[in-house]
C-alpha cells in the first residue's frame, strides 16, 4: 500500500509542480480529489498515462515540457462568470429591546464578500488550533484563552465598522487581534513570548494591541469602562468614530458594567456595547449564574439586540445597524451575540467537566460559523469546493510558516525586558523600573 502511494504522489507531482516526498496522505487525498475536473455540470476524471522508463525518448521529452499546475486549472476550469456574484440570504430576526425596529432579516452577500470572510474564519480557526498544540507542547505557558466556536464575531464585527474605528475586548483576544490586521505569525509569536511577537513578547495571550486595538484585558469586565472612554474622546473630537467593547456573559454581572452603562446614556457616548455570550462563564452555565439571561435587556434604557453570534452574516448586519445608531447621535446601544466556544474557558480548563461532548459536538454539527457560510457559497454556486480548499490548503500552509517562526524566533533579551514600561525616562527611585536592580527591603533598615 505504501508503494502504490509512493508511486501515486510521485506521479501527481510530476503534473503539479510539487516536492516529491513533501505531501502528507490527506494532502495526496487532496491532490487527487483536484484530478476531477468539473466540465458541462459533470464531472470528467483525467487519467494518467504511465510513466515512460527512465532514460527513454517520452522521459526526456517529459522533462523539458513545461510542467501544469493541475490545481490552479481545476479553479481556472471555471470561469468567474460561472459563479454566482451576489446573492441575498434570509437570517433570522434579531430580538429588540428599546427599538421600534432592528436590523434587516436578510442579508447581500457579494461573492469577494464571502470568500474574504471564509477565510479570516477559517484562519482564526486554524490559528486557534495550532495554539492548542502548541501550548499541549509546553511552548506556550500561562494564560491562554482560545476563539474557536467564536469566528462569525469577530469576523462579522469587523466586516460592519471601519478601521478608523475603536475596539476594545476581554482576554479571549486573539480572533479580534487578527481583525484588527495582526498577522497570524505575529500572533503566534507572541503566545510563545518571542521578539518578533506584536507586543515584542512581553504581552502573551492577554495583551495584544493594534492600530484603534486596545487589546485583550485580564480584569473580567475593566475593559468596558475604558471603550466608554475611548468613545468618549472620538465624541469629543468629533471625528464620527465609534468604539465597540466587548465582554463576556461572566463579566456581564460586574458593577462596573452598569455604572458605565448609566453614564454611556446619559452623555450619548458612540458606544457599541457587546456581550459575547458563550453560555459559560469560566464553568457556570448563564442559568446558574444570572437571574435574568437577557444580556441585550440588561442597558435598561440602552436600546439592545439579541443577535445569532454563529451566523457571520447576522452579526455583521446587526452591527451595521448598530453603527449607524451610534452614528447618528442617538448614543450607546447594546448587542448581545449568541455564540458558541469549542475549548474550555482556558487552556487549563479541559471543558467537558461542565457540558457533554455530546453538547459540544451537536454545535459543531448544527451551528458551526465556517461550515454555514461554506454550505451557502456552495448550495448557492458563489464558489467550487475545489476553490475552498485551495484556500483551505493555503491557511494551513500560512499557519505552519508562522508556528515555525514563533518556535525559532529569539526571545527578548533581558536587557530588552524592563524598556517601555514607562513612555520616556523613567521617574527616579521608582522600585522595579530599573532591569535586575537589587531589591531592597525598607522593613529592617
Not at 237 to 257: E, F, H, M, P, R
Not at 314 to 334: D, M, N, Q, W, Y
Request: charged share 25%; glycine share 8%; aromatic share 8%.
Amino acid at each position: 500500500m505504501r508503494n502504490m502511494l509512493n508511486f501515486i504522489s510521485t506521479a501527481l507531482c510530476r503534473i503539479t509542480g510539487r516536492s516529491v516526498g513533501a505531501q502528507t496522505v490527506s494532502e495526496l487525498l487532496i491532490d487527487l480529489s483536484e484530478f476531477v475536473r468539473v466540465s458541462s455540470g459533470e464531472a470528467q476524471i483525467r487519467r494518467l498515462p504511465p510513466e515512460p522508463p527512465p532514460g527513454s525518448d517520452r522521459a526526456a521529452e517529459l522533462e523539458s515540457e513545461p510542467v501544469e499546475n493541475t490545481a490552479s486549472q481545476v479553479v481556472a476550469s471555471r470561469s468567474f462568470t460561472d459563479f454566482t456574484p451576489e446573492v441575498t440570504f434570509s437570517i433570522r430576526k434579531c430580538d429588540v429591546h428599546g427599538l421600534e425596529e432592528g436590523p434587516p432579516d436578510s442579508a447581500v452577500l457579494t461573492r469577494d464578500q464571502g470568500l474574504d470572510l471564509y477565510r479570516c474564519m477559517q484562519t482564526i480557526r486554524r490559528m486557534e488550533l495550532k495554539a492548542d498544540q502548541l501550548y499541549k507542547q509546553k511552548i506556550i505557558r500561562g494564560f491562554c484563552h482560545l476563539y474557536d466556536g467564536q469566528e462569525a464575531c469577530a469576523a462579522g464585527i469587523e466586516a460592519a465598522i471601519d478601521r478608523t474605528d475603536h475596539v476594545i475586548t476581554a482576554y479571549r483576544s486573539h480572533g479580534f487581534t487578527f481583525t484588527r490586521g495582526v498577522s497570524a505569525k505575529e500572533i503566534l509569536a507572541e503566545l510563545t513570548g518571542r521578539k518578533g511577537g506584536v507586543a515584542k513578547g512581553k504581552g502573551g495571550s492577554m495583551h495584544m494591541y493594534a492600530p484603534h486595538f486596545y487589546g485583550g484585558n485580564g480584569i473580567v469586565g475593566a475593559q468596558v469602562p475604558l471603550g466608554a472612554g475611548v468613545a468618549l474622546a472620538c465624541q469629543y473630537q468629533g471625528n464620527n468614530q465609534i468604539c465597540v467593547a466587548l465582554y463576556g456573559d461572566g463579566a456581564a454581572n460586574q458593577g462596573q458594567l452598569f455604572e458605565v452603562y448609566n453614564m454611556a446614556a446619559l452623555w450619548k457616548l458612540p458606544c457599541v456595547f457587546v456581550c459575547e455570550n458563550n453560555r459559560y462563564g469560566m464553568g457556570t452555565a448563564v442559568e446558574r449564574a444570572a437571574a435574568s439571561t437577557d444580556y441585550y435587556k440588561r442597558g435598561d434604557y440602552i436600546p439592545g439586540l439579541r443577535v445569532d453570534g454563529m451566523d457571520v452574516l447576522c452579526v455583521r448586519e446587526a452591527t451595521k445597524f448598530a453603527a449607524e445608531h451610534c452614528r447618528s447621535g442617538k448614543g450607546p446601544i447594546l448587542m448581545e451575540l449568541q455564540t458558541y466556544r469549542y475549548h474550555g474557558h482556558s487552556m487549563s480548563d479541559p471543558g467537558v467537566s461542565y457540558r457533554t461532548r455530546e453538547e459540544i459536538q451537536e454545535v459543531r454539527t448544527k451551528n458551526d460559523p465556517i461550515s454555514m457560510l461554506k454550505e451557502r457559497m456552495l448550495k448557492n454556486n458563489m464558489a467550487s469546493a475545489e476553490e475552498l480548499q485551495e484556500i483551505d490548503i493555503e491557511i494551513r500552509k500560512e499557519v505552519e510558516e508562522a508556528a515555525q517562526f514563533a518556535t525559532s524566533d529569539p526571545e527578548p533579551s533581558l536587557d530588552d525586558l524592563c524598556k517601555y514600561i514607562y513612555h520616556n525616562c523613567p521617574p527616579v527611585e521608582v522600585r522595579g523600573t530599573h532591569p535586575w536592580a537589587k531589591l531592597v527591603s525598607v522593613s529592617n533598615s
